[in-house]
């Protein structure tokens, strides 16, 4: 961007998370500065702009001032590998991951972005783990995290992992092929997805493809996507995502 070509342009925007969280998104000033002129271009050029769903369409009207009329909607869906399969053995995954054959786990999926609230998932687990009850329970985080080229949180959500002493109980297995992944998700718990925003949230239809509940950002088309499959829950609220982890 800009494309230098007199070709009628479609532009994708996913969401409108950069503009709602700077701070979350870009390390640097430049950074900031750049992504800014990158979107302007784009829009600039487009003769049409796409989203991934009406909730987007809705943010990207209020915060970027874009007219309905150059909008459109094409959702996203999850690849049909992700399906509920019955009797799956996932105990030489589990095996690979250091899990036990009979693990117990929340899953999380997705780059280490730091609008993706996962420290306070971090912070709520350690709360619910405590309990007796849920001795035996985990917390997976699956994504890369070595070489993702977004800003990450990564080293300072592993830092609070390490403070609480959760060593073991919550782990990181890098990036996965999709059959790992649909493996996880088909035994899962629940996949959270806490974020302060998502465009439309994938993963949360991955996991509902699999057969596995949500707890789901309000903050994202999903709990209307997903209806009784998810548990909808605000990003600053501790006290319903602890609730949401125990039910």
Known sequence: VPVISSAPKLVTI????????P???FPTLQSKLLWKAKRSLGCAQA?????????????????LGIAPSRLRVVSEASDPVFKRVEGMDARPLFARLGLPPDACYVLAVGGFSPHKNFSLLVDVFCEVQAR??????RLI??????????????HDLGQQVHDAGLQGRVIF????????LVALLNKALVLA????CEGFGLPGIEAAACGTPVIATTESPLPELLGEGAIPVHPS?????????LR
Do not use: K, W
């Open 132 to 137: 007796p009850e849920f001795a035996n329970v």
């Open 47 to 63: 003769r049409l702009i796409l989203t991934v769903s009406e909730y987007s369409r809705q943010c990207l009207q209020q915060r």
């Open 193 to 196: 997805l806490p974020s302060f």
């Open 237 to 245: 609220d501790r006290a319903g995502l602890r609730d949401a982890l």
């Open 141 to 154: 985080f699956t994504g890369d995290y070595t070489s993702d080229v977004f800003h990450s949180c990564f």
């Open 173 to 180: 297995t890098g990036y996965l092929r999709d059959q790992d």
């Open 14 to 21: 996913h969401d409108v998370i950069p503009e709602m969280f």
């Open 23 to 25: 701070e979350l998104v």
